[in-house]
């Protein structure tokens, strides 16, 4: 557990009812994260709803100007929106804003943290925020930025010549609109009705997309931009940037990707290996099943199968991989808060 008193660790969540929200409040309690509190914020259409923290009954508050008072860790979780309209108003009340919308990065407005990757790629100095030395707004990247520059991070020493990853996003990385649209679509489909689709603007069930309906906001390419931005923005010549595809997979949870790698001088197959695990990547043993989007539900790491070598190129290798995409990026958040309680106070 990380040194800290909790007695001023009060922890607020901006949009608790998103999947991202609910999925944080409880990797804050499975990992006993030292908060006095934790206060669950909303939109007013969804302040109200009853729900637990810490096994105790209490209700999503609706985001007032007084919401983040006395808090610690301001997590904003929900819709980009709500953080560009309140993050500023958190980081006056002197909280430490952690924001994981990706709104703060687009705008250049936060630094970015993946704890998981400091042995290799060590934390960049953080500037202030707002010209203040001491007011810092942490990233904490989204599952498909985690992955590749996971990816990369670990091939790095290897110099890999070429580097390139097709990501499939699941559907609740739209939260609980694209979950409620592939039900409504697959249940459809299944009975021969039209379907409906306001969030992809397409059929997404039983179907894989390399673009979206033009009426879908954000676009599929917009999105492949945003994750190729904070990719190369992390990595920052440390490591090598891969090229990188989005295809819009019809599954409800967990984020697969396929990676090539190709290197001059090929690594040992373990030494590849050993290079993931020392980043807390879990590789199955040969005779296991591969991991699956079901298989890693729930799990804080990402997980790959054995490292395969291309069968027609010399010095190609293969990996397949998954994560649970809401378990993934709320740990890295939560770990981002416990690297700074574990931080001597300056």
Known sequence: MPAGSSDSNRVAIVGASSLRGKELKLVLEERNFPAADIVLLDTSVMAGTLTEAAGEPTFIRELEEDSFDKVRFACFAGNPADTEQNWLAAQNAGAT???????????????AWIPSLASVLPPK??????????RVAYDSPATPVVIACTVAAALAAFSPRALAAVLFPPVSDRDQPGIDELETQ????????????????????????SRYGQESKPSLASTRAAIARDVAHYLAGRAPVPAIQLVQAPVFYGYAFAAYAEFANLPASEQLAGAFRNLGVKIAAPEDP?????????????????????????????LWGVADNLRLATTNAVRIAEELLAKPAA
């Open 97 to 111: 804003v952690i924001d994981l919308t990706g709104a703060l990065a687009a705008a250049g407005k936060a630094y």
């Open 125 to 134: 100095a953080a500037a202030g925020a707002n010209g203040h030395p001491q």
């Open 186 to 209: 697959t249940a459809s489909l299944l009975s021969f009705r039209p379907i409906e689709q306001p969030v992809f603007d397409a059929q997404v069930a039983f179907n894989l997309l």
């Open 290 to 318: 591969a991991p699956t989007n079901v298989t890693v539900a729930g799990e804080a790491e990402i997980q790959l199968a054995p490292i395969e070598l291309d069968t027609s190129i010399a010095g190609g290798v293969w």
